[in-house]
């Protein structure tokens, strides 16, 4: 099972490798119902958190379980994490204080997102074009899911380095076999 099930999770010391790993289940059951790839998503998901060592914590210090920097706004019924963040207000960053939503798993963090890129109007133009790591990012970005202006090539990069690091680790499979 995924480390950090539980409500007193410490945040995750993980290499890149096992982040990937770790969380693949759960990016591949979500891109069951999103059609977006695992990849692309455990990607994302590495980069809202820093690779799990970023992770947004409740108050006691425990995990959000918020893998992908979902905020919670007002229709958002669930329990929430109140966090200073970095947002970019008229091309300048700002550190702000913002509610995000709080999940009691990471699981349950990739069904909510993929309950978003799927559901809400705002990311359908996402879930289309999707099918490149740069058509996905700039989608992502176009239609305002991050407010950093390089968040598209940032995302781009780390999605890029994901399937580099399965790729790798494919090949070590395979000569192991």
């Known amino acids: 099972g995924a480390p950090g099930r539980g409500a007193a ?30 990849t692309f998503m455990v990607a994302q998901a590495a980069h809202e958190s820093g690779w799990g060592k970023h992770e947004i914590r409740n108050t006691d210090g425990t995990s959000s379980f ?31 204080v913002a509610k995000f939503r709080a999940y009691a798993s990471y699981e349950e963090s990739f069904r909510d997102y993929a ?25 992502l970005q176009r239609a305002g899911y991050a407010t950093d202006p390089a968040y598209a090539e940032k995302l781009t990069r780390v999605i890029n380095t994901s399937l580099r690091l399965q790729r790798a680790t494919a090949r070590t499979q395979e000569n192991m076999a």
């Not at 890149?16 to 790839?37: C, K, M, Y």
């Not at 918020?66 to 550190?95: C, D, M, R, Y």
């Open 9 to 38: 999770a410490k945040p995750q010391k993980l290499s890149h490798d096992e982040f990937l790993r770790v969380h693949q289940q759960s990016a591949r059951a979500a891109e069951e119902q999103t059609g977006i790839p695992a």
């Open 66 to 96: 918020n893998l992908f920097g979902i905020k919670a706004g007002s229709s958002w019924k669930g329990k929430t994490a109140q966090v200073t963040t970095t947002e970019f207000i008229n091309g300048h960053p700002q550190k702000v």
């Open 115 to 139: 309950r978003l890129m799927k559901d809400n109007p705002r990311y359908a133009n996402v879930v289309s074009a999707g099918n490149t790591a740069e058509g996905f990012a700039k989608g």
